[in-house]
């Protein structure tokens, strides 16, 4: 060990050096053999390999994200970032850093052995999954049609805030379109929304993890099209406030004008610049080899994750602001019940249950990894 410790830096080998399931496509120097120990995978972060790149995409996008989701509790006359009504938000906190550090320290630490090298990326699809159960949840308290909504006497928001609104005096919120749309929806976000966020959570990690041992071939567009499926059951919230205004969506919109929506649409549309990187392998895929260490597919699919990630925060940042300017509305009296406030266990309770069960579906698949690579080293020794 002390020697691996010791021993100068290992040379880049090219494609045809290395097995070939370390192996991307068009990507055909700059890899790192299977074997590097922890001290040498952290020093191959500065170092320019064709991991270096994926490595700080995410890792450093977690000091940005951390900034912007920080700063809203610097605003002046905020409650304590404790307080219950913050729960779905610092679920999603959970979400996305956990997502960004597993991404980064996967890429930073595949090259330990081939099994490390598969846990790596088990690990890395449950945190993508388990980051969009933080997203429901958040959507769910925040953007849910009838979130904020209080009925006489029932108060969701536990707290006032006490800074005065700059600029021009906010209206009163309109119910003009929204009580009678209500109850449509209301069965389905009540009581299937963040269960369905979850199942789906689940089905995504299995095959993500299933295309590292099988449909290899078509790795890049199971594991691109897995992931809408979260995406499009995670933001029917927002699709039903878009299509639907809400009396939530008159507080945002009259905080800020087309927030949502617009916050929204950048999210998607940088959730599908990645997905068009991530299937089409742009732009090595024209040149191969030219963009081994710098500029390949992966590290633009890691920029344009973060960057929908961080339009995904505005938005939710802009409706929690929204609410707390109106945090006291009431319902007519045909309405349905008021939306129940965030508790533990609705959401640090789903979260945790949610990681089990992820860390129980990647402690199988390890198990297969590790029982192949046995079974593949015994074929070895017996030739
Ligand atoms: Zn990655």
Known sequence: MLLRCSRPSQPLLRHTDVPQR???????SGYRFPNYSLRECLASAFRPTNETGNFWTHFLA????????????????????????FYPFWNYFIGVFLLLMASSMAHLLNSMSLLIREICF???YGTISAYTVGSSLAYFYYIHPRAGITALGHHNVTWEVKTVHEGPPLPPPSFSSSPSALPEFHMFFESFYIPSACVVALICTLACCNTRQRWRRHRYIIRTLVFLLPFIVASTPVFYRLLRPS??????????????GLFF????????????FNISKFPERLSPGKFDIWG??????????FLSILDELHMIKA?????????ALTLPALAPPPLAGPTLYSTYGVMFTLQGCIGAIISWFSWGACRNQGTKAEHLKSQ
């Open 22 to 28: 370390v192996t991307e496509s068009f990507i055909l």
């Open 247 to 260: 009396v939530t969506s008159a507080q945002s919109s009259s905080f800020s004008p087309g927030s949502l």
């Open 62 to 85: 977690v000091f940005v994200f951390a900034f912007h989701f920080l700063e809203l509790f610097g605003w002046e006359g905020w409650p304590s970032f404790s307080d219950p009504f």
């Open 122 to 124: 088990f690990v890395d």
């Open 296 to 305: 390949h597919s992966h590290q633009w699919f890691h920029c344009c994750t």
């Open 265 to 276: 649409s950048r999210h998607c549309f940088w959730l599908l610049v990645s997905a068009l």
């Open 319 to 327: 409706e929690i602001r929204a609410l707390a300017l109106h945090p």
